[in-house]
Every structure is written in structure tokens, then in C-alpha cells.
């Protein structure tokens, strides 16, 4: 199972970006997808989650701005990043419990795509 994160970049404060994270490989279903950030010297943060579901949960940081949704037919989920701040400035990643049977799931990573705001 492999997770291709794209969508990273640079933009204004104010302005919008919209990630995607698509999933490929042996997949029999997909559970929770989640997306994280690092910004450099700080730990890495989990921003946004998405359950099979439907379900969301958000860090109160982006709480009203980002908006986490997913494609289970095409096995990719979105942030969509409004009202973006520089603080919002960092590597995002893309993460995914993923069953490739139905009795094994596995905890899956994307590359990371960066997303830089200025002030």
C-alpha cells in the first residue's frame, strides 16, 4: 500500500490550498485517514481525522478553516485549508489505516507535501 500526497505550495495568508492524498496497492478497505503537520523544530500534530464513515475531528487550531473529506471509491481523502495563517506553515502528511485483507490493517504514511503561508 503506498499513499501519494499532493497539493503542497506556497500562498499568501488569507489564501487557500486544497490537499489530496490517494491511496493505491492491495486495498481491501480503508478505515480512519488523517492528516498531520510537522513545522520545523516542533513535534508533529495530528490536524484533522476522517472516519470510514464519515465522521471528522479537527485540532482547534484549524477548527472553521480546514476541512477534512474522502473519496472511499477512489481511496483519497482531501484537506481542504482556508483562511490560511503562517502559522498553518509546515510539511503535511497524509495517514491511513488500511486493511489489505479482511483480517489485516496496517498504519500507512504519505511523503509529506509542504505548505508554506507568508505573512
Known amino acids: 500500500v503506498q499513499l501519494q500526497a499532493s497539493g503542497g505550495g506556497l500562498v499568501q495568508a488569507g489564501g487557500s490550498l486544497r490537499l489530496s492524498c490517494a491511496a493505491s496497492?492491495?486495498?481491501?478497505?480503508?478505515?480512519?485517514m488523517n492528516w498531520y503537520r510537522q513545522a520545523p523544530g516542533k513535534q508533529r500534530e495530528l490536524v484533522a481525522t476522517?472516519?470510514?464513515?464519515?465522521?471528522?475531528n479537527y485540532a482547534d487550531s484549524v477548527k472553521g478553516r480546514f476541512t477534512i473529506s474522502r473519496d472511499n471509491a477512489k481511496n483519497t481523502v482531501y484537506l481542504e485549508m482556508n483562511s490560511l495563517k503562517p502559522e498553518d506553515t509546515a510539511v503535511y502528511y497524509c495517514n491511513a489505516d488500511v486493511r489489505d485483507t479482511p483480517w489485516r490493517s496496517g498504519d500507512y504514511w504519505g511523503q509529506g507535501t509542504q505548505v508554506t503561508v507568508s505573512s
Open positions: 496497492g492491495r486495498i481491501f478497505s480503508i478505515n480512519a
Open positions: 476522517i472516519t470510514s464513515a464519515g465522521s471528522t
